[in-house]
């Protein structure tokens, strides 16, 4: 199998971020997903695993994690999603996505227990679901062998298709905010209650500092449930930005009884200077399990990661920023690290989300930016139709219009700015990669 007919096969499965499936749940159970993994002779078990999850910066908080690890002389393997530009993005090892012969020949290899479970009683299997038997296929394959796996839930977290573990080391819950309300619950309360599912006995649970505080009483009451040990990372550490630059900022993180770590961070926003403090707890949290990791790794780690698509600056003059803002809260995050970290006179805005997003929250976020407002359809089958999109925000202040295409929108914006204004990318990360494509060419796709 090469690499084309690899992504051809996967994209002919369910899959519920293109949106082809028959219902809006889960199209793979947790049970068949354990099924699958028991015909590949569990490659899941055998290494030291976090498991992160939560409604934002969780991607991120997986990299820098994985990143400290790594610092520490430890071999690692990533799993995240979505993806940029390529399936190969979703399975780092040592730091590095696998090559896209690599990731064929895998999907190869596993291809007749993937077709078995597809036959057996358990029903259908997913895109994602393959994928990430896929990951762990890949990573039990490594010589020499992987010392951690770093796997970030695709969905929620109970139902998801890689809680699989009975135990792991480390359960990472980074902020949970209203999200997938169809499926996770309309209240923060029970979106807590489904991501807490991750947490299992004897793990030490991470949890990132929460708006509401009703969560943390959900994900206590599973810690006392299951016997894991919770470490409230909002309550013991601290975190304060002591410099803010367009290419990076400093932090001083605080941690319980007081002790203070200088570090540093490519990513930019107060919002990632809370993900590279939980990263910490997660470090230290590690280091408590009798793990050797020192805050030579864990700065050096920080200062290495860098998440395409997150804040992230793809031109001057005018000034280019595309981040992946994908609520109300993430917006709010967006507008004010927009305000704090760059200089620039007009805004516009090119937006596109997917139909099953809070269009209206985002936009009354970023509508006091914003000059113009380009909505803009992707491709992608949930891509919210960029005129029903006018149809919700059209009111906010900013004139609005509407351009079919990511490529179409950019050149409207750029048309409209000057050399000292800012044109900013958000909504969904499938916005951001086709504006990634558009600017900065072939050279960011990978397969």
Not at 52 to 73: D, F, N, P, Q
Not at 154 to 163: C, E, Q, R, S, W
Not at 272 to 285: H, I, P, R, S
Not at 406 to 426: I, M, Q, R, Y
């Amino acid at each position: 199998m090469e690499y084309p007919e690899a992504v051809g096969y996967l994209l002919s499965l369910s899959d519920m971020e293109r949106g082809y499936q028959a219902s809006a749940n889960p199209t793979m159970s947790v049970a068949s997903m354990r099924s699958l993994l028991a015909r590949l002779n569990d490659p899941h078990l055998g290494r030291p695993t976090v498991h992160i999850t939560g409604s934002k910066g969780k991607g991120t908080t997986s990299a820098m994690v994985a990143g400290i690890l790594r610092e520490a002389g430890y071999s690692t393997a990533l799993y995240t999603s979505p993806h940029l530009h390529s399936f190969t993005e979703r399975i780092a090892i040592g730091g590095e996505p696998v090559s896209p012969e690599e990731f064929a020949a895998g999907l190869s290899a596993i291809l007749p227990a993937v077709e078995a479970e597809r036959e057996s009683v358990h029903g259908d299997v997913s895109t994602f679901g393959v994928l990430t038997a896929l990951f762990f296929w890949l990573v039990r394959a490594q010589l020499p062998p992987v010392d951690w796996q770093v796997v970030e839930v695709g969905l929620g977290g109970t139902f998801d298709a890689t809680n699989v573990f009975e135990a792991t080391d480390v359960a990472v819950i980074t902020p949970i905010s209203l999200e997938h309300t169809q499926i996770l619950g309309s209240t923060t309360v029970e979106i807590a209650r489904d991501k807490a599912g991750i947490i299992k006995p004897g793990t030490t649970a991470v949890v990132a500092r929460q708006r509401d505080p009703a969560v943390l009483d959900v994900i206590r009451e599973r810690c006392a449930e299951v016997g894991a040990e919770l470490v409230d990372a909002g309550a013991l550490y601290d975190v304060e930005v002591t410099e803010m630059h367009p290419w990076g900022q400093r932090l001083r993180v605080r941690r319980p009884g007081g002790e203070m770590l200088e570090l540093r961070t490519p990513m930019l926003g107060r919002h990632q200077a809370e993900n590279a403090m939980t990263a910490v707890a997660v470090a230290d949290a590690i280091r408590a399990r009798g793990f050797e990791l020192d805050d030579r790794a864990i700065a050096e780690g920080l200062a290495r990661v860098r998440v395409p698509g997150r804040l992230e600056v793809m031109g001057q003059k005018p000034l280019i920023v595309a981040d992946g803002a994908h609520n109300g809260e993430s917006a709010a995050a967006l507008a004010r690290a927009l305000r704090e970290y760059f200089t620039w006179k007009r805004c516009f805005l090119v937006l596109g989300v997917t139909r099953d997003k809070d269009l209206r929250a985002m936009g009354f976020e970023l509508a006091k930016l914003a000059e113009l407002i380009v909505c803009v359809g992707f491709r992608n089958p949930r891509s919210l139709d960029p005129y029903e999109m006018i149809q919700q925000i059209g009111f906010l202040g900013p004139a609005a219009v509407a351009e079919e295409t990511v490529a179409a929108g950019l050149e409207t914006a750029l048309a409209h700015a000057n050399p000292d204004d800012l044109v900013c990318v958000t909504g969904s990360l499938y916005v951001v990669a086709e504006a990634r494509e558009a600017i900065l060419g072939e050279s960011v796709i990978r397969g």
